[in-house]
């Protein structure tokens, strides 16, 4: 039986990498003010299509889109910015006139072709600072975006940055690509030429050399931007240099969604994948407003986790250091009074392994032997005529009897020494 095309199961072997990041992520991005939102897994459709855009590759061939059983139109999320931005709305978060900022990670839903780092469902780590008109908003998620992937020992790659301008600079700039560009339709690729009608900005990222070649000697979205455009680009240069981010510009950085404006920036890695973005995000200052809520800015990113697990997966040490203590325990009163044992392990925080096979004791430490436990503890009834508890120390074979009067203590004297807490 094979999952469905384009998932993945998260087996238990693989879950420490995913624990480790939340964990770390979470830390980084609690210190910075950031809190966490977890939004439903489905929308209303009509969310995705307002806010992503009509000419977009998401909304016209990639939504897991379907009619529920009271005939309304529900859409799988295939990203989360759309679903934040209505919790903003729909919990009136905007009440209260203060900078929001909020990450979340989840799964997402996209219908594309499947191929390395490129899923059905997948997931993304994203934040979305609310609020802020001001270029070190921009500054301060792009920064944290380096800080998660250096602290995950994700090193390799680059950060590359554009300013796309506002609505009235993008019309005017459109305009001049599309009389370039329809100047040379005979050699465009069917994609591109298609664009020219739907949305030509996105020829500008096209991966088609032939194409690249033509835009050569395109006209700039550069030479297209006012003074608040340009001002706001250079802040963020600058703030960016102040953190000692590095960065390149690439002029033809054009996002996937619509709802950008000024800043857009991905984080692509030096994989030899093709799908090599690790992190795409940028500014939305209009997106709350067409969504039918006041007219407040914002910028976020999102980093796909299947992506960033494929970067560090190399570097990244299980610690396989098994500090458990198994229970061997055989026949019914022992099954009645080892519950006394586990409460105290739980109190005690010690990680624990309890047999529940009804193998004599010799087969029970054999298993202890092979998952690695550092001590089993031998629960029979011997142990329970004499009011004791046999414990083996599986490392040295040293076999100890203590009473069960001094269970607490003893767990208590040898927890550090053993390093069991987990
Ligand atoms: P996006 O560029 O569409 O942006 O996706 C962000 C990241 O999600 C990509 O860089 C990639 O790592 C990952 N990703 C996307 N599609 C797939 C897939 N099919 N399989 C695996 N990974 C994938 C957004 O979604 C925006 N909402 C980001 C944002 C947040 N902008 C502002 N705030």
């Known amino acids: 039986m094979q999952p469905s095309r384009g998932t993945k199961d998260i087996l238990p072997n693989e879950i420490i990498l995913w624990q480790t990041i939340y964990d770390k992520v979470k830390n980084i991005l609690t210190l910075s003010d950031y809190k966490e939102i977890r939004t439903p897994i489905f929308e209303n459709t009509e969310i995705f299509k307002r806010s992503i855009g009509s000419d977009t590759d998401i909304i016209n061939k990639e939504?897991?889109?379907?009619?529920?059983?009271?005939?309304?139109?529900?859409?799988?999320?295939?990203?989360?910015?759309?679903?934040?931005?209505?919790?903003?709305?729909?919990?009136?978060?905007?009440?209260?006139?203060?900078?929001?900022?909020?990450?979340?990670?989840?799964?997402?839903?996209?219908?594309?072709?499947?191929?390395?780092?490129?899923?059905?469902?997948?997931?993304?780590?994203?934040?979305?600072?609310?609020?802020?008109?001001?270029?070190?908003?921009?500054?301060?998620?792009?920064?944290?975006?380096?800080?998660?992937?250096?602290e995950l020992n994700c090193i390799n790659y680059t950060i590359e940055i554009n300013c796309i301008g506002n609505q009235k600079e993008r019309d005017v700039y459109k305009k001049?690509?599309?009389?370039?560009?329809?100047?040379?339709?005979?050699?465009?690729?069917?994609?591109?030429?298609?664009?020219?009608?739907?949305?030509?900005?996105?020829?500008?990222?096209?991966?088609?050399?032939?194409?690249?070649?033509?835009?050569?000697?395109?006209?700039?979205?550069?030479?297209?931007?006012?003074?608040?455009?340009?001002?706001?680009?250079?802040?963020?240069?600058?703030?960016?240099?102040?953190?000692?981010?590095?960065?390149?510009?690439?002029?033809?950085?054009?996002?996937?969604?619509?709802?950008y404006n000024c800043t857009a920036f991905e984080i692509k890695t030096d994989s030899e994948y093709q799908q090599n973005a690790i992190c795409g995000g940028g500014r939305y200052d209009q997106l709350i407003q067409q969504l039918g809520g006041p007219n407040i800015p914002s910028v976020g990113w999102a980093i796909g986790i299947e992506r960033l697990i494929k970067e560090i997966k190399k570097t990244f040490v299980v610690n396989n250091n098994k500090n458990i203590i198994y229970l061997a325990n055989y026949g019914t009163k022992a099954r009645k009074e080892i519950w006394k044992i586990i409460n105290i392990l739980e109190q005690e925080k010690i990680a624990f392994h309890l047999d529940l096979s009804n193998n004599n004791f010799q087969k029970q430490l054999k298993k202890?032997?092979?998952?690695?436990?550092?001590?089993?503890?031998?629960?029979?009834?011997?142990?329970?005529?004499?009011?004791?508890?046999?414990?083996?120390?599986?490392?040295?074979?040293e076999q100890t009897q203590i009473s069960c009067d001094n269970i607490y203590n003893y767990f208590k004297s040898i927890k550090k020494s053993l390093h069991l807490t987990n």
């Open 176 to 259: 001049k690509l599309t009389e370039y560009l329809l100047k040379y339709e005979q050699d465009l690729n069917e994609e591109s030429k298609r664009r020219i009608k739907t949305n030509p900005l996105r020829i500008l990222d096209s991966k088609d050399q032939k194409v690249q070649e033509i835009l050569t000697n395109a006209p700039q979205i550069a030479s297209h931007l006012e003074l608040d455009s340009l001002q706001h680009f250079n802040e963020l240069r600058e703030h960016l240099n102040n953190s000692n981010i590095k960065y390149t510009i690439n002029k033809n950085l054009i996002r996937g969604l619509d709802y």
């Open 368 to 397: 202890a032997h092979k998952i690695g436990a550092k001590l089993c503890i031998l629960l029979g009834n011997n142990e329970i005529e004499n009011n004791i508890l046999t414990i083996k120390n599986m490392d040295t074979g």
């Open 63 to 150: 939504m897991y889109s379907f009619k529920d059983r009271g005939g309304r139109d529900i859409t799988l999320r295939p990203e989360g910015t759309a679903s934040v931005i209505r919790a903003f709305l729909s919990n009136k978060l905007y009440a209260s006139n203060e900078i929001h900022r909020m990450w979340y990670l989840g799964p997402m839903f996209r219908y594309e072709r499947p191929q390395a780092g490129r899923q059905r469902q997948f997931h993304q780590l994203g934040v979305e600072c609310i609020g802020s008109y001001n270029s070190l908003a921009d500054a301060e998620v792009i920064r944290l975006a380096e800080k998660i992937l250096n």
